[in-house]
Each structure stands twice: as C-alpha cells, then as structure tokens.
C-alpha cells in the first residue's frame, strides 16, 4: 500500500520468482513526502491507471522491460484495446523489496550486494529536459548541496531555462526521506556495476524520450518525470511502479504547470507547509511527529479542476475519449488560472 495507490498481493515474490499482484489506484493524492491529504480527487485513480498503462504499453513496443501485465477489466488482466471503460486496477509482476538496515539516523545498504535478483533498485531516478519555476534544483543550489559544475553550468540558471540535453538526477527510494546523491553513491548502495550503471541511465534516456514525444501530441512539454527500477529472475532491468503521469511527471502547457506541481503550489507558504520544510531541515527520519498542524483541505472548486485537469490530460495523451463530458486540457487551465 502507497500514499496514493493500494497493492493487492496475488503471488508473493519469493528467491528467484517473481510474484504476481494488482495496483489499485485510488483519487488520494500527496505532496512534500507527507503521505495521504485530507480530501480525494474524484477520476484520479482511473486516469492515472489508465495513462501509465499507455505508456507502458508503447515502451514495451520500443523493447523496454516492465512490470506490466495489463489492465484488469472483468477480473482479468488486458491490453488497452481491448478494455472499454476507464478501470482503477492494472496487473503487475511482483519483485521483492529488500531493505537496507537503519542505524540511528543512517541506513545501511550491503544487503544490495549479496542479493542479485527479483529484487526492486533503491533509487528513484530523476531526468530533466527544463529548470521550471518549482524545481528542487535552485533550492538545491542555493543551500550548496547541488554545485553547478554536477549540471554543467557556469552561472546560476533562471527559472524556465530549457536544458541542451536532459540532466539525470538520482535520490533514495526506501529512506524515510527521498535524499539525493552522486551517481557513484547510488551505484555504491544499489549494487549496480559501470554496465548496469550505463544501461540504466540509456533506459531512462529512451522513457524520457518517449514520454516527450507523446505528451507533445496533447500541447504538453515534458519539463521533468521520476522512474524506478528492479530486476527480474535474471537480473535483467524491469521499469517499475507507473510512468509517465501527472503524478510522476512534470508537464506544462503554455509555461503554466500540469501536473501535482499545481497542489503543491497551493500548498507552499502554508503554516503546514512551513513546519514540514522546518522538520525536514533536522535530518530526523521521523521528522513528521514534529509537524504538529494538519493539511488544510483544498477549496472545493479547485478540487473539481484538477479532477478535470487529471482527466482531460489521460484523454489527450492516450488518444482516447475515456472520459466523457471533460473540457480540453487548455480551458482547464484558463479556469485554474482565474
């Protein structure tokens, strides 16, 4: 179970078998590593389910590994041509999540180098294609845990700059906090030889690509997007989790944003927001028992537009009406605007 999606396990994951199990994507969302928000936006789920599944099924025609299995439509897993409605479950191949050892503050990851296979990578990778107003790089650069020459530059980059190739970012994934690190870190803790390394930073160089071009076919441009990984019974590289949605990109349409960033701009510069930036600052693994206020509710008339916006992007990317009645991308966002 996720802070946004639920996992129901069919076939456990066990040595070197994969296992076999079902995402329920539900309307939850999360912002800021907090987990589930107060309130729910209705369609989320289903176009969430239902866009990840386009992608993943067009990557697998590019000969890229994932996980998917299909799209569960009367209790059986099927590919998109063959599913009518828009569903909130799709079929996965299951690996184990093995888990490094927390001491103290810190974790410990040599587990990654016994155990080679059927197994998730502990990275969460990051490509960049743009800087946009929002992205974690100036505030990164700005406290000096980023420097300019890690991206290539010589002066400080404004918000909006388009990058001349896309830029890899690398983070934790099973740390109670995403924390970024070197490449070489990332290879050190994960057990990833130079030739892992290399393919797995061609793979996302292929997803990035990808995504680019069909998110263009709806008038979006895609500024940046996350991608996790594992291996199969073979140690062969399996994309993982769900791709290129609003969730794990970052779109925008005319320079304005289309993605969570929207909720997460509504939700900076709130005494919420606040505490947690402050709380996060300790290092503390359990810095959310510092946080003592709640998540304000989102005002009802923007939770109804981004309920559009989650919809209308998943019929314009995929090609498809699959929700019915939902105005274009571009006149949710004039309103959103307002």
Known sequence: MGSVKDLQVIKN???????????TFSDRYSVFDWGEMPDHIEGKGAALCMTSAYFFEKLESEGIGTHFAGVVENGKAARLADVKTPRHSMEIKLVRIVRPELHG?????SIFKKERTNLLVPLEVIY????????????????????LEDIGMKAMPKAGTILDKPLFDVSTKLESTDRYMSWQEAASISGLDAGELEALKKTVFAINSLIT????????????????????????????????TLDECRFTFGGLPVSKEILRMHYRGTPWH????????????????????QPPKLP????KLISELYKSCCNEITGRVWFGGVPSVEKVLREITK
């Open 213 to 244: 071009k069909e998110a263009k076919k709806a008038g979006l441009v895609n500024e940046d997007g996350k991608v996790e990984f594992g291996f199969d019974e073979n140690r062969r590289l399996i994309l993982l989790d769900t791709v290129g």
């Open 105 to 109: 503050n810190s974790y410990e990851y």
């Open 13 to 23: 994951p066990e040595g070197n078998k994969l296992g076999l199990g079902r995402f």
């Open 128 to 147: 960049r294609n743009s800087l946009p107003e929002g992205s974690s790089v100036f505030k990164r650069l700005k406290n000096g845990t980023l420097k």
């Open 274 to 293: 606040n505490e947690v930036e402050e709380a996060k600052k300790s290092g503390d693994v359990t810095w959310k028992k510092m946080v003592k206020s």
């Open 300 to 303: 009802p008339a923007l939770a």
